[in-house]
Antibody, heavy 119, light 108 residues
Framework: QVQLQESGPGLVKPSETLSLTCTVS?????????WGWIRQPPGKGLEWIGY???????YYSPSLKSRVTISINTSKNQFSLKLSSVTAADTAVYYC????????????WGQGTLVTVSS | SYVLTQPPSVSVAPGQTASITCGGN??????VHWYQQKPGQAPVLVIS???DRPSGIPERFSGSNSGNTATLTITRAEAGDEADYYC???????????FGGGTKLTVL
C-alpha cells in the first residue's frame, strides 16, 4: 500500500521560505509516476502547486511558478517543496500526492499538514 | 488559463439524486476527475476519466461529460455523502492541473 507523509515546520515567518518534505513508503519513486503538491487555504478550495516527474521534469502552477521549487531525492524516497517569499496568503494545508500521469487523477494523497505564515 | 466553474452548494433529500456540475470551455475534450473531501480529511477520488469509478466507490456515484459541462451524479443520496466535491482537469495549453472551486453537498 502506497503511503505519503508530509513533514516540515508548521509555522513560517512572512518573507521566509516554506519547506516541506514528503516521504513515500510502499513504492519506489524512482520506478515512475509524478509526485506533487496541492494546497488548501482554511475554508477554501484546492489549489495545485506543481509536480515533479521521477525523471526530474517539473510542472508548476503559473501563479506560483516564480516562487516554487519541487525537487526529488530518490535515494531517500522523498520529494520536497520550497515556496519562497511567503505571505499570510500562503497559509494552508499542504498535501503531497501521486499522479499516474499528467492527465490522470491523483491516486494517492498524504494526510496534509497545516502551515501557518505569521510573525 | 482554463477555468472550471462549480456551484458553491447543492442540497438533496435523502434517497434522492444529486447532480453537481462542472463547467468549462469545451470541457468534453478533456478528462474530468472528481474528488470527495470530508472535513479534516484528504480528498478521495470518486470518478476518474469522466465516468470511471475507482475500486471501492459505490455504484451510486457516476459521471458524464458533454459539451461545456461535466456532471457528477449521486443517486440514492445518503447522509454519509455530505462533503465537498471538486472537479479537476489537466490544462494542456499551459501544462498545469486545474481544480474547480468546489461544491458543498448537503443531504437534508
Amino acid at each position: 500500500q502506497v503511503q505519503l507523509q508530509e513533514s516540515g515546520p508548521g509555522l513560517v515567518k512572512p518573507s521566509e521560505t516554506l519547506s516541506l518534505t514528503c516521504t513515500v513508503s510502499g513504492y519506489s519513486i524512482s520506478n515512475g509516476y509524478y509526485w506533487g503538491w496541492i494546497r488548501q487555504p482554511p475554508g477554501k478550495g484546492l489549489e495545485w502547486i506543481g509536480y515533479i516527474h521521477y525523471t526530474g521534469t517539473t510542472y508548476y502552477s503559473p501563479s506560483l511558478k516564480s516562487r516554487v521549487t519541487i525537487s526529488i531525492n530518490t535515494s531517500k524516497n522523498q520529494f520536497s517543496l520550497k515556496l519562497s517569499s511567503v505571505t499570510a496568503a500562503d497559509t494552508a494545508v499542504y498535501y503531497c500526492a501521486r499522479d499516474v500521469g499528467l492527465v490522470s487523477p491523483v491516486d494517492y494523497w498524504g494526510q496534509g499538514t497545516l502551515v501557518t505564515v505569521s510573525s | 488559463s482554463y477555468v472550471l466553474t462549480q456551484p458553491p452548494s447543492v442540497s438533496v433529500a435523502p434517497g434522492q439524486t444529486a447532480s453537481i456540475t462542472c463547467g468549462g470551455n469545451n470541457i468534453e475534450t478533456r478528462s474530468v476527475h472528481w474528488y470527495q473531501q470530508k472535513p479534516g480529511q484528504a480528498p478521495v477520488l470518486v470518478i476518474s476519466y469522466d465516468s470511471d469509478r475507482p475500486s471501492g466507490i459505490p455504484e451510486r456515484f457516476s459521471g458524464s461529460n458533454s459539451g461545456n459541462t461535466a456532471t457528477l451524479t449521486i443517486t440514492r443520496a445518503e447522509a454519509g455523502d455530505e462533503a465537498d466535491y471538486y472537479c479537476q482537469v489537466w490544462d494542456t495549453t499551459s501544462d498545469h492541473r486545474v481544480f474547480g472551486g468546489g461544491t458543498k453537498l448537503t443531504v437534508l
